[in-house]
């Protein structure tokens, strides 16, 4: 397909953070970002400073969330799909973006590749400070879906978050940090992951509401430590009564503060 | 030693749930039953009626639960510590306890026997519709404690689950229910000791205040169930300014209300 231009009817400039950043995407699709994405780059410190590098990236929503609140960071995106990494581009070159452009780099590849592969790709050993992964989900996982399908997406979603943190912990320097967003029905595949690599894994919990089961957990860890696993206080999105934000969530929604307390 | 007896003056009788059942257990000590057994006991929901097995009862605090809020449990208190299952026959023959009794017996065993031992044992194959457990903690989690412990007693901690989840497994009847209470560092073995035994695990995690990691998880699951986890609505124990109860702590711990919704 020919590549996209802002100008596309297929693709929207859409403003985040109160306009301290706008991304280039896809009109429609999984592709668009959203609160995801902004819970994901909130688990980075607002005084982070460092080399954060975005897996995955899509059209850098992430990433340029934590560049645009974490004035100290420099970040790369990191994204294998040709049509993604256009929109990444696109986005780098908005004009509402000229402040941030210096401090954000792109880089095409999959972050899945392994050693010396991986290298060549241009994502370097012990390099980065943070990684923050939204990894794709696989779908088949409720209850309704016949036993082999969700059998093989429990397998795809085990070698997803193996391999994504396998490249996480060649990437990053010791003690650095990384975050995740998933379903709750990964935790299991992401703490066996983690194992070995990565200790003090602080999960936070995500409800639409209060009163509902998680819809999904953003987990944290630290490159070589050894702590144990800690469940924090959950994040609630939506006041019980009406679909307004929570003031936390509206908060975290406008790149003015953390999903941690440090 | 010598068994103990009500008037020793190293036990005590304490009541619970508002006086609806009272426990016959050592003066001090780690065997002393609090919130965890009354949080755990309300894992069943409140209509549920059948067999509850409590592994590793003490002195009965999660059967006694059990017994005093559902009406039409049946309950089997298994112990290992002869100490122990002395107290838990002291209990159950406790007069503030004649209602229950009927209700409530007592198996000297160890729940951690596999096979023929476990069914000789009085362990019978499928014969639960549900098995509370509450079993023993660790030491040496915390990050102050050296490697070599830390690393025995995650390995301990590992063995644990799996052991006292396979004899779980065997005893419930198809679709029968396991509710564990632990410490969240424990939810990745508790995870994998459940994987291809149980589904639908649902981790309530519990806080002391609302503003603080959890200090414990409750993990209920389905024998044969395949379910991914969920993560459910925390309990809070504590208002925040003050040591209160919150409501709906306070309501479990008077046996008047259910950790899940069911």
């Not at 688990?43 to 609140?69: K, S």
């Not at 986005?91 to 452009?101: F, G, I, K, Q, V």
């Not at 998933?182 to 602080?202: H, N, V, W, Y």
């Amino acid at each position: 397909m020919p590549a996209p231009s802002p100008d596309d009817a297929d693709c929207t400039a859409d403003a985040f953070h109160r306009g301290c950043f706008t991304l280039v995407q896809p009109r429609k699709g999984a592709h668009r970002a959203g609160m995801d994405a902004l819970v994901l780059a909130a688990a980075a410190p607002a005084d982070f400073a460092g080399l954060a590098v975005d897996f995955g990236a899509g059209a850098g929503a992430v990433g340029f969330a934590v560049a645009a609140r974490c004035q100290r960071a420099s970040v790369l995106l990191v994204e294998r799909s040709p049509e993604m990494v256009r929109y990444a581009e696109l986005s780098l070159a908005h004009p509402d973006n000229r402040h941030l452009a210096p401090r954000v780099s792109i880089l095409s590849a999959d972050v899945t590749l392994t050693g010396r592969a991986r290298t060549e790709a241009g994502l370097k050993d012990r390099s980065a400070d943070f990684v923050l992964m939204n990894p794709p989900f696989n779908d088949g996982r409720d209850r309704a879906t016949p036993d082999t399908l969700r059998h093989a997406a429990h397998v795809a979603d085990e070698q997803i978050f193996e391999a994504w943190l396998r490249s996480a912990a060649a990437v990053l320097k010791p003690r650095g940090k990384v975050a995740m967003i998933a379903r709750p029905a990964s935790i299991g595949p992401i703490l066996s992951a983690l194992a070995g690599r990565f200790g003090g894994a602080e999960i936070v919990p995500i409800h639409a509401t209060a009163d509902r089961p998680a819809i999904r957990i953003v987990v944290r860890a630290a490159r070589g430590a050894r702590g144990v696993p800690s469940l924090m206080p959950p994040l609630i999105l939506h006041e019980q009564a009406d679909n307004h934000f929570t003031p936390r969530a509206e908060a975290i929604n406008a790149g003015e503060a953390s999903l941690f307390a440090d």
